[in-house]
């Protein structure tokens, strides 16, 4: 079963911090793969700290490939998080999942992410649509552009 980390990056200007809202307590979202037989989801899984489908509650997420049938299932390893920030905005580890039968590929930020300034000043955005955040506050320019999400293989 292969473990795979989401890194996520992103272009910060006047932001000190950014992280999930809730700590790595988010809703993610990605399409999936058939490690069996390479299908693609069209549609983005949900999948949440919040939601337990896997035997004696691990935060799993469990569903049928939509070409061959076989069930496959992800289960979420907290505990390996930082928060972006000026000085570390490359892939920079966000979760890890353990992955049997099914992959995540293209990640979608989404809603559930707060930002620091350098004064301080916290802001809750949604960064859903991969378009970014742009906006004048305490008197500065602030913006976050530039993100991405992507899957890497997790050794640890």
Do not use: Q
Not at 22 to 29: A, E, L, S
Not at 34 to 63: F, M, Q, R
Not at 68 to 87: F, Y
């Amino acid at each position: 079963m292969p473990k795979v980390m989401l890194v996520v990056s992103a272009t910060l200007s006047n932001v000190a911090l950014l992280h999930p809202r809730d700590g790595n307590n988010i809703n993610y979202f990605f399409k999936l793969k058939c490690e069996c037989c390479g299908w693609k989801s069209e549609e983005e899984a949900l999948v949440s700290v919040n939601v337990h489908e896997g035997p004696g509650g691990d935060t799993t997420y469990i569903e049928r490939c939509g070409g061959c049938e076989r069930a496959g299932h992800i289960t979420m390893i907290p505990g390996h998080e930082a928060p972006l920030s000026e000085d570390n905005s490359k892939e920079v580890g966000l979760m890890v999942f353990d992955c049997d039968g099914l992959l995540p590929t293209d990640y979608g930020f989404n809603g559930g992410w707060l930002a620091t300034t350098m004064l301080g000043t916290r802001i809750h955005i949604d960064l859903g649509g991969h378009e970014g955040f742009k906006d004048v506050i305490d008197g500065m320019e602030v913006s976050i552009t530039d993100l991405k999400g992507k899957f890497v293989p997790f050794r640890g």
